[in-house]
């Protein structure tokens, strides 16, 4: 979507726009259960954990660091990922607000 069309919408459906584009991808989404799983910094053993190449991992987590879920530092040779709590929790309060509960009419459609 062009820059000028996001204007159309409201902040908070641009907000979960971008949200959703970071978590569109199977890989992105493996990558953050297994820091979730971790529950700690992660060095390295992503690569090994995904089974994909070292380019393909290391796209997947800028991706998911410009949408700003994951944080990165660099220690030593490697560079450390983990969930950025602050984040997950506005993502999680996003979502949730989204996928609030309806009670459609069984006979529409």
Known sequence: MGASKTDLF???QNDL???AKALAHPARIAILQYLVKKNA???GDLV???GLAQATTSQHL???KS???IQGNIEGASVCYCI???VWKQYQSIFTTF???VNIDKSCC
Do not use: S, Y
């Open 10 to 12: 409201t902040k908070q």
């Open 17 to 19: 726009a971008l949200m």
């Open 41 to 43: 910094c992660v060095c």
């Open 48 to 50: 090994e954990e995904l």
């Open 62 to 64: 800028k991706e998911l």
């Open 67 to 69: 949408a700003g879920i």
């Open 84 to 86: 950025d709590p602050k």
């Open 99 to 101: 996928f609030k509960d």
